[in-house]
């Protein structure tokens, strides 16, 4: 295997307060490339200013791109720098930015220069939010790697938040995330009877398990995630994944499809149910869409197996996702038995968004 | 002045698993961008790989570098795209990942393809963290931009958070924020004198004065800071700051360093110091840098107007900048008297990070 082969990929971008004299610009950077003995190569557009590309011969090269409309933008991309090196590429954008000023005297509307953005790291940092935005983390370790049938499994530590599981991309996991899906504190689970469909890290199931509950039946499709979750993430599960099997619970490696059919077919009933599976999908086209064909389901099944005063708690996704959560509400209302519903947004730290969370409950009959 | 002039920066790293061979992947890779009918232009190097530029018409362009340890990427950057223009981008990295697993068969060990990088838009939406990670904001709208002459003062509208503050590019003011600073509601304002540095953005003025004080001082420098948010961040501030004298508060348009020394020349003493000036400085050389030499006279003058059994608040920074805070505790051992502090850690949700607040007190001498 390849050693770890990381870019850093710099950018600086000047905003300005009117059109550019692209060739006044060109020819005001041109010297600081050449004095790193850069290669130069020049394609102009009619209308469309200049891009300029420069090469070094240690294998590293810059664009710079002036947008007649008044945008100049430097990218600088490099491979495998010591702190030298990085010295050295800062040096040329504090070179770069002081003749544009020098050049526009106070008519620069920005100046922008981002965190280099490493690409092709062993280590990957940068995990969208729900709503596509890029965040990088503070990953500095890949604890565990692994693709199941099912999903790609990853444990990275961060340096803030300790362990964290990322399934498929998506960070998962999270105290704040356990305590808003429970309840928020709000339930009382004494003698309780409680399904979780998914949560294979154990977290909820951990927290329950403390509360004393009657019985905790967790479902969970991929025995990947426990294994890596039992070993990397046991401040959030503890020792509750250690057993299959414990005083007050049972942890079945299975589809929740079919377990859900059989227990409404048996009767059997839960105060709780609390779907842990996936997130609200993102995509818009309910009748397009097989997972929200899915959820419909999960939820039609969860219904079923819920007393009559039992309560469905679930996340739905992060706040910004307006149409998808309405879509979800719509969903709702189209059950076999009619349900009421409440929300509440949560900071979820590791998530870097606010997210929402549902409480629904079989609609009480009036007598 | 010009019209906001955005591109759209694409980026997509393939990291293989063994050495790429480069004439391969640019072969392959080759036909994508002729199709597009874009101009290539070759650079070779003898050790370092190729990097292919293309330019197409309507102005926007593509690198794709390849690395010869095993790292190709491609960045894409195009111009004021409408969605059709943006579908077609996405078609054009479809294409490219297709072709590259095509070629690879499994033993590409990642695919990245990041959330567009947009740069010079009108809107800036990118905020790193104090730690220096890149993080995109859900910023749609600039509400307030002034330079004062002590910062740039930015009020941004974030979909999920509101209105937040900006100063010289730190985002400030979150409702987490204010209630740590305060001492995390463990504490009885009613009937007590306070002193706020700094503070402009009113938050904690407005929260305190809720609680019943004797009196509160707020000593802000920048009346800009204050004109911005008595008019956009009124969820933060309430009506505080539509007077700056109040039943229960005044506040001083002023430098708090000569108010700090003529409070202490006076003897006047407060309950509680709370410092909302700035975060601990990151820079880890207090003897160059004159911020540390400022935190420190402020730590020192806070002192001593600061009952006997009074408390002092105050921000340090981000959990992941261990060497400053340690730093900074290391200061607090350097004072004109003797201090126990202790510290607390919080999810200041607009920040993106964890926080670290401090509690200073003077210790208590044995009788």
């Known amino acids: 295997m390849a050693a770890a082969a990381a870019a850093r990929h710099r950018t600086l ?26 290669t130069e190569t020049i394609h102009s557009w009619e209308d ?21 409309h008044g945008l100049v933008s430097v990218d600088l991309q490099s491979y495998n720098d010591d702190m030298k090196g990085r010295d050295k590429i800062d040096h040329i954008l504090n070179k770069i930015e002081e003749r ?22 062993a280590i990957d940092r940068y995990w969208p939010t729900a709503d596509g935005r890029l965040v990088e983390y503070d990953i500095d370790e890949v604890v565990y790697d692994e693709d199941s049938s099912f999903q790609n ?89 250690d057993n299959l099997k414990g005083e007050c619970y049972q942890v079945l490696i299975e589809d929740c499809i079919p377990v859900l059919k059989r227990y409404a077919k048996e009767g059997r009933k ?43 708690f679930t996340q739905g996704n992060c706040i910004n996702l307006t149409e998808a959560l309405t879509l979800y509400e719509e969903q709702l209302g189209k059950l076999y038995c009619p349900v009421e519903f409440s929300k509440e947004v949560v900071c979820v730290p590791s998530y870097m968004e606010l997210w929402v969370f549902y409480t629904v409950w079989k609609k009480r009959t009036e007598i």
């Open 48 to 68: 469309h200013g200049y891009l300029a590309t420069y090469t070094n011969k240690n294998g590293s090269f810059a664009t710079l791109r002036i947008y007649p």
């Open 13 to 38: 971008d000047f905003l300005l307060g009117a059109t550019a004299d692209c060739n006044a610009v060109l020819k005001g950077l041109q010297p600081i490339f050449q004095q790193q003995r850069m």
């Open 100 to 121: 544009m000023k020098e050049l526009f005297q106070g008519s620069i509307r920005r100046v922008k220069r981002l965190p280099a953005i490493v690409r092709g790291d």
């Open 270 to 312: 839960f105060d709780y149910v609390i779907n842990d599976l996936t997130a609200v999908p993102i995509s818009t086209s309910p009748e397009e869409d097989s997972t929200w064909e899915f959820l419909h389901l999960i939820l039609d099944l969860s219904m079923k197996v819920l007393k009559q005063d039992g309560k469905y």
């Open 153 to 241: 499994i990853k444990i990275l530590h961060s340096k803030q938040f300790g362990n964290i599981l990322i399934l498929s991309g998506d960070v998962k996991s999270d105290l704040a995330y356990t305590k808003a899906i429970m309840g928020s504190g709000k339930e009382d689970y004494t003698g309780k009877e409680v399904l979780i469909l998914g949560g294979g890290d154990g977290g909820i199931l951990y927290e329950i398990v403390k509360l004393k509950p009657k019985m905790v039946t967790m479902v969970e499709i991929d025995q990947l995630v426990i294994d890596g979750c039992r070993k990397y993430m046991r401040k959030t599960c503890g020792d509750v994944l």
